[in-house]
C-alpha cells in the first residue's frame, strides 16, 4: 500500500528545457514533503522541501508545488542541465511520527546535451 | 569531511549469520534512521531513534535490531541472516524539530548468499 507514489519510472528532456517530476500521496495527515536527488551508489541528497502551509517553494533552479486538494505535488527544474541526470525520489513525513520519511519509487531523469 | 558515514559499503555473506552495519554522523543531529532500498528500488524506512525514543516499522522483523551506543551513532545488528534480507540500507539523521530533512549515508549494499 504505497502512500506516496511517483507513477513516471522515467523522464527524458533536453538540456536548457524543463523538467516536471510529479508525485501523488493518499495520506492527507502527511505535513512535510521533501525531493531528493540520488546519483548511483550514493546515499539520496537532499534538495527542496514544502511544508504544508505552503503551495510553492523556490530554490535557484528548482521549484516545487504543492496542491493540498489534489494530493500533489511536483518538481520544476529550470533549465535542464545534463548533471541533473539521476534519479528523483519524492517523500513525505508526518510531524509526530518521528520525521520518518515515506518515499516514492522514484522517477529516473536523463537530461540530453 | 563526510557528514554521515557508513561501514563497510559492500557485504557478502552467508545465510544464517550475523552481521553489523556501523553508521555515524558528526552533524550534531539528535536522531537517526535505518532505511532498506529493497530490488524494486523502494526505499523503506526501518527505524527512527533519538535518545528518548526508538519508533519500529512494525514491517521490520524482529532479527533487525539498531543499536546506540551514543547520540552519533546507530548501528544495525541483523540475525540469522536471510536471502530475502539481500538490499541496500541507508544510515540518516536529522535534527530534532518540525520539517526537517534528513542526511543520508552513501549505503551499505548487503548480499546474503
Known amino acids: 500500500d504505497q502512500q506516496v507514489k511517483q507513477n513516471s519510472p522515467s523522464l527524458s528532456v533536453q538540456e536548457g528545457r524543463i523538467s516536471i517530476l510529479n508525485c501523488d500521496y493518499t495520506n492527507s495527515m502527511f505535513d512535510y514533503f521533501l525531493w531528493y536527488k540520488k546519483y548511483p551508489a550514493e546515499g539520496p541528497t537532499f534538495l527542496i522541501s514544502?511544508?504544508?502551509?505552503?503551495d510553492k517553494n523556490e530554490d535557484g533552479r528548482f521549484t516545487v508545488f504543492l496542491n493540498k486538494s489534489a494530493k500533489h505535488l511536483s518538481l520544476h527544474i529550470v533549465p535542464s542541465q545534463p548533471g541533473d541526470s539521476a534519479v528523483y525520489f519524492c517523500a513525505a513525513s508526518l510531524n509526530n511520527a518521528g520525521n520518518m520519511l515515506t518515499f516514492g519509487g522514484g522517477t529516473r531523469l536523463m537530461v540530453k546535451p | 569531511d563526510t557528514a554521515v558515514s557508513q561501514t563497510p559499503k559492500y557485504l557478502v555473506t552467508q545465510m544464517g549469520n550475523d552481521k553489523s552495519i556501523k553508521c555515524e554522523q558528526n552533524?550534531?543531529?539528535?536522531?537517526m534512521y535505518w532505511y532498506k532500498q529493497d530490488s524494486k528500488k523502494f526505499l523503506k524506512i526501518m527505524f527512527s531513534?533519538?535518545?528518548?525514543?526508538?519508533?519500529i516499522n512494525e514491517t521490520v522483523p524482529n532479527r533487525f535490531s539498531p543499536k546506540s551506543p551514543d547520540k552519533a551513532h546507530l548501528n544495525l545488528h541483523i540475525n540469522s541472516l536471510e536471502l530475502g534480507d539481500s538490499a541496500v540500507y541507508f544510515c540518516a539523521s536529522s535534527p530534532l524539530g518540525e520539517w526537517t530533512e534528513a542526511f543520508f549515508g552513501q549505503g551499505t549494499r548487503l548480499t546474503v548468499v
Open positions: 552533524l550534531g543531529h539528535d536522531t
Open positions: 514544502i511544508s504544508s502551509i505552503k
Open positions: 531513534y533519538n535518545n528518548k525514543e526508538l519508533i
